[in-house]
C-alpha cells in the first residue's frame, strides 16, 4: 500500500520499515482484539508476524509496564487501568504524528542542554 509523501519524509526508517507499527503495538492490538484469551509467545508471534528473537523481549518489556500478565508458558492482556493509559497515550501520539510528523531524535539531541555537572564551580 502506497503511502504520502510526507508521511515518507516524515517517519523513521523503523516506522516505514514495521509498516507504521512497533512490535509492542502490534502484540498490544492483537491481545486488546482478544481480551478472555491468554496465549503462548509462539501464538503471539504468529499472530503478529514478530521476529522470534523479538518476541520475547517485547512481552518481558510489556509485562514491565503492567500492560501484559505473564502465567507459565501464557501471556495475556494485562491490568485495565495499566492498558487504558496506554491506550490514551498510543492513540494521541499517533493522532499528533499524522497532523504534526514524527519527532525526529537527531534534531531534539541537536537542541538538548546539556546537563551542568559542576557543583558548587564558581
Request: glycine share 6%.
Amino acid at each position: 500500500m502506497p503511502i504520502d509523501i510526507e508521511t515518507f519524509e516524515s517517519s523513521s526508517d523503523d516506522r516505514l520499515r514495521s509498516g507504521g507499527e512497533t512490535n509492542a503495538e502490534r502484540v498490544m492490538r492483537f491481545l486488546s482484539a482478544n481480551p478472555d484469551k491468554a496465549f503462548t509467545q509462539s501464538e503471539i508471534r504468529d499472530a503478529t508476524e514478530v521476529k522470534a528473537g523479538s518476541i520475547s523481549v517485547v512481552l518481558s518489556r510489556l509485562e514491565d509496564r503492567d500492560l501484559v500478565r505473564h502465567k507459565g508458558n501464557y501471556w495475556a492482556l494485562g491490568d485495565d487501568d495499566a492498558v487504558a493509559a496506554y491506550a490514551g497515550v498510543s492513540e494521541s501520539t499517533r493522532a499528533a504524528n499524522e497532523r504534526l510528523g514524527e519527532e525526529d531524535m537527531a534534531e531534539w539531541l541537536e537542541h538538548a542542554v546539556e546537563e551542568d555537572n559542576s557543583e558548587g564551580d564558581e
